[in-house]
């Protein structure tokens, strides 16, 4: 776990080590979660990333007999 520190201007860098597992690259842009006294930062991903990640979703809905019309 590595430790940041907060700027003068509430800025922080990232860990390098963070940076390289995650694919973070400059001007890319996160998500900040804040959740039970925690800051979670989720890196947005293009949509061409996206392509397929339901591919093996089950799309089977049992329907109820009124929507069956």
Not at 23 to 33: A, C, D, H, P, T
């Amino acid at each position: 776990m590595s430790e940041v520190r907060v700027s003068s201007k509430y800025q922080i860098v990232i860990p390098r080590d963070a940076r390289r597992i995650l694919k973070i690259e400059k001007g890319q842009r996160l998500q900040v979660l804040v959740q039970n006294g925690a800051i979670t930062l989720i890196p947005e991903k293009p949509l061409s990333e996206m392509r397929g990640f339901l591919r093996r979703m089950d799309t089977t809905i049992e329907r109820d007999e009124d929507e069956r019309l």
